[in-house]
């Protein structure tokens, strides 16, 4: 098999297990299963359905891909060569408190590269994903970015969690006001990426990403046409690094503002 129709073989896979791994996270939102969240820290909670939609998108990976590493936010895992990242439940704040706007993030990273990104809405039943050079889609349908080219027309999404600084992030929400731009923060930085690809929003960016929430939406974003600040930083993937996402036409003003200081 090609390199090509490895990665499509391995998107069409990853489409399955995160559209199973929703159907089980849907029935512990709908209180089909019960189940009690803890707090990691402020708030910042982990529930019994993060852990088992985590654990089974696990033990597909691995009876799929018995010889690739697999990083997960709640169990964790080894860096390797053909890695996925898999966020089982993004958002998990909402999906405790009923919200609607949650998701599953899963990425394969072979050789470094971002290689397919899957980001799953199960309350919408919307697949977004992406390959490499193989465009973005929500479904079967291609998605782009917004031609987008004022930061004073644009909808820009502002992720924030309180191991960020408050008073930055304070004063870049005060700056992208004043540039004009209408600003909201979702509560789910994946599923927030996934909808700058779609187009419903013009831009995504926060402090400090870790690669399962991160990775598959980036590659969303690249291949729907929009541009992205380098990802990962310094401290490599397991460090996780600032992530800007937007359309092209507004993304060198949206980085300055981002990157005053």
Not at 101 to 115: K, S, V
Not at 162 to 187: F, I, N, Q
Not at 217 to 244: F, N, Q, S
Request: charge should be negative.
């Amino acid at each position: 098999m090609n390199a090509a129709a490895d990665i499509a073989a391995r998107a069409e896979i990853a489409r399955r297990i995160a559209r199973e791994a929703g159907a089980l996270a849907r029935r512990y939102f709908r209180r089909e299963i019960e189940f009690t969240a803890e707090a990691k820290g402020p708030q910042d909670f982990v529930s019994a359905a993060d852990h088992a939609v985590e654990s089974l998108i696990r033990q597909r990976l691995q009876q799929a891909f018995p010889d690739d590493a697999v990083l997960g936010e709640e169990g964790g895992g080894e860096l390797g060569r053909n890695l996925w990242v898999v966020d089982p439940i993004d958002g998990t704040i909402n999906f405790i408190h009923g919200v609607r706007y949650w998701c599953i993030a899963m990425g394969f990273i072979g050789g470094g590269e971002r290689r397919i990104g899957v980001i799953y809405d199960p309350s919408q039943d919307e697949l977004f994903w992406a390959t490499r050079g193989g465009g973005a889609w929500s479904d079967e349908t291609r998605i782009h970015v917004t031609p987008r080219d004022r930061l004073d027309r644009a909808l820009v999404c502002a992720g924030y969690v309180p191991r960020h600084a408050l008073d930055e992030h304070l004063v870049l929400t005060r700056r992208l006001h004043e540039a004009g731009a209408a600003v909201k923060d979702m509560g789910a930085g994946a599923l927030m990426l996934a909808h700058v690809a779609a187009g419903r929003f013009d831009a995504f960016l926060e402090p400090h990403m870790h690669p399962w929430d991160a990775s598959p939406g980036l590659l969303l974003v690249e291949e729907a046409g929009g541009r992205i600040y380098p990802y990962p930083g310094p401290g490599g993937l397991a460090g996780g690094g600032t992530v800007i996402a937007a359309a092209p036409g507004i993304f060198d003003a949206l980085q300055r503002i981002a990157l005053a200081r």
